[in-house]
Every structure is written in structure tokens, then in C-alpha cells.
């Protein structure tokens, strides 16, 4: 199983940056996906998630509106389009697939937001 996060950077505030996230090793249409952060010093926390189909999705209060999660389940990859970042988005951005009781997990990406 591999997930392998990318597409993190250095940004200033108000840009833009979309993270990938590209699964193999199982059946990627079947399970569910997420984004999650760590600032430091901060435990991590969802960012975002959509679910097998791609018909459902979430978000935390924080990125609403800002942050968009797509999924394309033919090149089994997971995205985070974000968008108005500010300097309080700055983290390590993981990907986890989810089903049942399995999940996977990214070695992480960094988002830094500076000007």
C-alpha cells in the first residue's frame, strides 16, 4: 500500500496551492478519503474528507468555503485545492484512505503560508 502526498510549498497569504494525493495497493473506489493537518505544536486535525462515490463531502468550520476536496477514482487520487490561504493554514497536510477498519496514511506534505 502506498500514499503518497504532494504539491505542498511556500505560499503567500491570500494564494493558492492544490495538493494530490496518489493511492495504490488497494481498491481506491472503495474507500473513503481525508485530509488532515498538524501545525506545530498542535495535534492533528481533519481538514477535509469525501467519501467512496465522491458524492459526500466535509469540512472543518475553518477552511469552509476556502478549501475544496475532489477525488478521480480512474487515477486513484485524492485532492485539496485550497484557496485565500492564510498563515494559520501553515501545517504538514496527511492523506488517509479510510474503510471499515483499515485506513492508510501519507508520510505528510508541508504548507508553509509567508510573506
Known amino acids: 500500500v502506498h500514499v503518497v502526498e504532494s504539491g505542498g510549498g511556500l505560499v503567500q497569504p491570500g494564494g493558492s496551492l492544490r495538493l494530490s494525493c496518489a493511492a495504490s495497493?488497494?481498491?481506491?473506489?472503495?474507500?473513503?478519503m481525508s485530509w488532515y493537518r498538524q501545525a506545530p505544536g498542535k495535534e492533528r486535525e481533519l481538514v477535509a474528507d469525501?467519501?467512496?462515490?465522491?458524492?459526500?463531502?466535509d469540512y472543518a468550520d475553518s477552511v469552509k468555503g476556502r478549501f475544496t476536496i475532489s477525488r478521480d477514482n480512474a487515477k486513484s487520487t485524492v485532492f485539496l485545492q485550497m484557496n485565500s490561504l492564510k498563515p494559520e493554514d501553515t501545517a504538514v497536510y496527511y492523506c488517509?484512505?479510510?474503510?471499515?477498519?483499515?485506513?492508510?496514511w501519507g508520510q505528510g506534505t508541508q504548507v508553509t503560508v509567508s510573506s
Open positions: 488517509k484512505a479510510w474503510r471499515l477498519v483499515w485506513s492508510y
Open positions: 469525501i467519501t467512496s462515490s465522491g458524492g459526500t463531502t
Open positions: 495497493g488497494f481498491t481506491f473506489s472503495s474507500y473513503g
